[in-house]
């Protein structure tokens, strides 16, 4: 048991209580156990979410073939947390990310509603050369925009080193690990 509980805190950063108490909840099983402890992370975020993050770090990303970098302005409550190379490390990860992944806004609903419009023109005109019924349109439509909206968006985005979570997961599960609120306060992408 106590092999478990190390090798789960190595795995997912969470406190002892917590990785005790999910594996006990999740019968040994680790498996289940990691995935009670980024709900648990999860909620923690949510919860977290509503306090200021005004200190923070400045990080920059520049792929090897100095031709793509970008910068993120990476926030939390404390220059204590600011400071932490964990949190420096995620600030790194994420202008990795974006600089590999070319996102074009923060959150899905930071999308202009015009660009949305001009894409919806595009995808109507698709629909109607393709002879697509009027309610089959609408959902079609509507699955577009949604996928559209995430694909441009980085919170949305599946994270680059671990495709099956997206970046707001990942900011979630440090915020459980650090117990601050992580914020992306901005971002900026250079290509030559």
């Known amino acids: 048991m106590l092999n478990k509980i190390k090798n789960l805190r190595e795995k997912t950063g969470a406190g002892i209580v917590d990785v005790k108490k ?64 964990e949190f420096i490390e995620l600030a790194r990860d994420i ?17 202009p509603a015009e660009i949305v419009e001009k894409e919806k023109e595009i995808w109507t005109a698709q629909a109607e050369n393709e002879k697509k019924p009027r309610e089959i349109m609408e959902k079609i439509l509507e699955g577009k925009e949604k996928k559209f909206r995430e694909e441009i968006s980085l919170m949305s985005q599946p994270y680059i080193k671990n495709p099956e979570i997206a970046v707001s997961q990942l900011i979630a599960e440090k915020i459980g690990k650090i117990g601050e609120n992580i914020q992306i306060a901005g971002f900026s992408r250079l290509e030559l």
């Open 22 to 85: 999910a594996l006990s909840e999740a019968g040994g099983d680790e498996a289940k156990a990691v995935e009670m402890l980024r709900k648990l992370g999860q909620a923690k975020a949510s919860k977290k979410s509503e306090r200021t993050a005004q200190e923070g770090v400045i990080v920059s990303y520049v792929h090897s073939n100095k031709k793509v970098g970008a910068m993120v302005k990476l926030c939390c409550e404390t220059d204590f947390v600011a400071r932490n190379s």
């Open 95 to 111: 202008a990795m990310h974006i600089t590999a992944m070319n996102p074009k806004y923060i959150n899905s609903e930071d999308v």
